[in-house]
């Protein structure tokens, strides 16, 4: 079975800054999806970014950049310089080769300070 | 280019009572995902539709059922409701590749309170 462990709640960051929310998995299949959302207050998930457990290079989609650390089963979010937009629910979300369901994490909230 | 779309927003029913969910997928998609979302935590998956017939379901009970039309757009109902089916309920769609690089994009939800 699969499982998304993210440990940060919560966290506060200053505008402009860089900030990384972490993520860390376990599953027993070689071949899987791993995926990033943004969930603001209004409820709708939006899709950021995407990483294939057998791609070579991190992923990296404008601001976004996925942190991927395979042999320690971790995907770390980076998001450069934080913009006060960006305050919002983050979630980490894996998809197993012939498994057509997303698991999530709890989710990290990422608030931007002015 | 129109995205997921879903109706209603809200909704407010009592227990007992049964409640139908409508999503409409991205252009081009043909697979529909559901999810419910509980307060303070990640979505759980319900169940997938491609070419109108359930393709995976996850561990919800025989009450939560669905239908996808011809057209690709979906309905969750869900009967005998419970407080506890109290959540937001998010529709994904995707290409139907059934692969790790298919990616779902998701709906604005609609929020269930069971009172």
């Known amino acids: 079975a699969q499982k998304i462990t993210q440990t940060q709640p919560g966290m506060f960051v200053q505008e402009k800054e860089a900030v990384t929310l972490d993520c860390t998995y376990d599953?027993?299949?070689?071949?899987?999806?791993l995926f990033w959302y943004k969930q603001p207050s209004s409820g709708e998930m939006i899709f950021l970014i995407y990483q294939g457990s057998y791609d070579q290079q991190n992923a990296t989609e404008g601001r976004y950049s996925l942190n991927f650390q395979k042999a320690r089963k971790s995907a770390n979010l980076v998001i450069s310089a934080s913009q006060l937009g960006d305050s919002a629910m983050y979630f980490c979300?894996?998809?197993?080769?012939?498994?057509?369901?997303?698991?999530f994490g709890t989710g990290t909230r990422l608030t931007i300070i002015p | 280019d129109a995205g997921v779309t879903q109706s209603p927003t809200h909704l407010i029913k009592t227990r007992g009572q049964q409640v139908t969910l409508r999503c409409s997928p991205k252009?081009?998609?043909?697979?529909v995902s559901w999810y419910q979302q509980a307060l303070g935590q990640g979505p759980q998956f319900i169940f997938q539709?491609?070419?109108?017939?359930?393709?995976q379901r996850g561990n919800f009970p025989d009450r939560f059922s669905g239908h996808q039309f011809p057209n690709y757009s979906s309905e969750l109902n869900v009967n005998a409701l419970l407080l506890g089916d109290s959540a937001l309920y998010l529709c994904?769609?995707?290409?139907?590749?059934?692969?790790?690089?298919?990616?779902?994009?998701f709906g604005p939800g609609t929020r269930l309170t069971v009172l």
């Open positions: 539709y491609y070419e109108e017939e359930e393709r």
């Open positions: 599953t027993s299949d070689p071949s899987y999806g």
């Open positions: 994904a769609s995707s290409q139907g590749l059934a692969g790790i690089t298919d990616t779902q994009y």
């Open positions: 252009s081009g998609h043909d697979t």
């Open positions: 979300a894996m998809k197993n080769f012939g498994n057509e369901k997303l698991t």
